[in-house]
């Protein structure tokens, strides 16, 4: 199917930046999208999976924008402040270069559930003149709800039903209908400031001056260096390994410990298809991969907030029909996130529809107790030991995983076309059990081992026996069938078989002449294995860092540094990636995507331990 072409206004300008244009900023509660053309044009207050404040990536009319730029024709950069999460736009124009120093605050007052929350755009000429032109224009719940604007003392507040930001500024602001605008001039050495903040009965407006953000840029380029400096990774691909790091920092909530899966909605993994889903959850399984990954770096403070929002918010055992654990959970850790249509919003580049909520909560994946149990076997390792009730905890899932691992279920592609009994399933089945066992000999902890041992080996037997094709010559995506999946990577690297195996090997052959695009990896030809949906979709980016992981442990090093050297070319121009590429490179799907980037951390530590 042939993409769409980006829509452009009267004047030839785009209408929508590619989602690649984009750097992401945040407190820890929730982000904003920066374009490259120093607009924000995805921003959620006051948490991630609050209703949008500015949603021009979903809808250029209708959805909102914070435009903050040089008022004449200029080339623009971008970059992260070195080892943070402060990021700078710059503007080269005929006169003068200005940059935008975009941030927000990252203290334990914003960090908390009901703290301060604030948006601060610092412009600074830097050489010659610029001007420069601002247009703030939010457009509350998903451009749904009206707003007021009124301007008390020098401030403009955007009053809406649910929620009222205020913005104070070092600009005078002009004040028109529903929005607040304002062109000026700086010199080299000049300065405007811009903040935004959540205001309501127990926030009130408060002025952003600029020696108060100085001091705020100064606090918050120290909290991310500090952060990082707990990284242990000195390895060949350090500043990709440690953007990742960062990126999957800025997914995290901090109130709860929680981890998202990615902080928009609706970035389409195929450009005018329906594969467009909500994101800001906590997946099980992306978040105990995130724990994993940071663990591998030695950020052991995340997995210890993880741990303690799964025994706060989780309660294993209680009769669900889709098991002990739904497959994802609201950020504070609610278990309804009823899916509905904005319709009202056309959808990135026309690509509708728009969706908030996700029905997949109520689907059953038997893959997430292995990528769970796996996490906490982890953590036990390498952070510190798990409680009693805790282990208690594991031994309900794992009591669960032994009776009912033989069932079908939707698999780790969330596929609506009806459950089969996939083999990723099964496999991390296996790994469920497996790490429970091994957790329990190495702790001396109390359990039913003569029947976790038999169902483990059990699952090994069926895997062995209906998920092996002799016609493929390969490990296959659901019993008794022929077609591929990329997710059977994991069997190495979750040490189910050895790497060398003939039949892995064999297995990897296959994989890479069916699904491999110049080591770009597709999760399955959905042709082939319908998948309930319309369309296409991209290569997925974390099977192509697993790809890179299966060669590596396969002793094919040399093929595997060029695939991991040509998956980093597909990064955006600040490292970041969505969840899928397209047929020409292009970033698709909600962005960025924690799955890719703690995948490419594993992927680079592996790597670089071959290559000694």
Known sequence: MAETPFQQDQSGIPRYLPIAEHGLIGDLRSVALVGSNGTIDWYCCPSFDAPSVF???????????????????????????????????????????????????????????????????????????????????????????????????????????????????????????????????????????????????????????????????????????????????????????????LTLKLLTYAPKGAIIAAPTTSLPEQMGGERNWDYRYVWVRDAAFAVYALLRLGFSGEAEAFMKFLTTHISPGDGSPSGPLQIMYGIDGRTELPERVLSHLEGHQGSAPVRVGNDAANQLQLDIYGALIDSIYLYDKWAQPISSGQWDDVCHLVSWVCDNWDQPDEGIWETRGGRKNFLYSRLMCWVAVERAIRLANRRGLPADLPRWRQSRDAIYRRIMERGW????????????????????????????????????????????????????????????SPDGLRGDEGTFSICSFWYVEALVRAGRVDEARLAFEKMLTYANHLGLYAEEIGRTGEQQGNFPQAFTHLSLISAAFNLDRALG
């Open 55 to 245: 949603a021009a990536v979903l809808d250029a009319e209708r959805g909102g924008r914070f435009e903050l730029g040089a008022a004449v024709p200029a080339r623009t950069k971008q970059f992260y402040f070195p080892d943070t999460n402060v990021l700078i736009t710059r503007f080269f124009t005929e006169d003068g270069v200005g940059e935008v120093q975009d941030f927000m605050p990252v203290t334990a007052e914003s960090t908390g559930e009901n703290g301060r929350h604030r948006l601060i755009r610092r412009v600074v000429c830097v050489r010659g003149t610029v001007p420069f032109r601002v247009l703030v224009a939010p457009r509350f719940n998903y451009g749904a709800d009206p707003h007021t604007l009124s301007c008390p003392d020098d401030t403009v507040v955007f009053e809406s039903p649910d929620l009222s930001l205020a913005l104070t500024s070092t600009v005078a602001m002009e004040c028109d209908g529903r929005d607040a605008r304002a062109d000026f001039k700086l010199g080299e050495g000049e300065t405007a400031v811009f903040a935004l903040d959540r205001v309501g009965d127990v926030v009130a407006p408060r002025a952003c001056a600029h020696a108060e953000a100085e001091r705020e840029f100064n606090d918050t380029v120290a909290y991310w260096r500090r952060w990082l400096a707990q990284s242990r990774y000195r390895g060949r691909w350090r500043e990709m390994v440690h953007r990742s790091a």
């Open 469 to 528: 094709s002799e016609r493929r010559g390969a490990f296959v995506q659901y019993e008794d069938g022929d077609v591929l999946d990329a997710s059977v990577l994991m069997m190495p690297l979750a040490k189910f078989i050895a790497p060398t195996d003939p039949k892995w090997l064999s297995t990897l052959d296959a994989l890479s002449e069916d699904l491999v695009s110049d080591s770009l990896v597709y999760r399955y030809d959905p042709q082939a």
